[in-house]
């Protein structure tokens, strides 16, 4: 489950496993619009260039891949 605040230009957040509401780290976020990937921290967090209407995609191994407009 992603968690997220929107700025302009950029979206921030954090990524949490839904069932133990624990912080997941070394999960994939990708702007599909923008062709572009990082990884969150270690404490799950993240910051990715993306506007109004870009979908994201969170992706980690072992869990369903997450998408958010």
Do not use: C, H, W
Not at 10 to 32: H, T
């Amino acid at each position: 489950m992603l968690k997220l605040s929107a700025q302009t230009g950029s979206v921030q957040g954090f990524v949490i496993d839904k069932d133990s509401k624990l912080r997941l780290a070394k999960v994939y976020i990708y702007n599909s619009k923008k062709d572009e990937g990082i990884y969150n921290t270690s404490k799950g967090e993240f910051r990715i260039n993306a506007v109004p209407g870009d979908t994201l995609f969170a992706v980690l191994q072992g869990y369903a891949v997450d998408t958010v407009v």
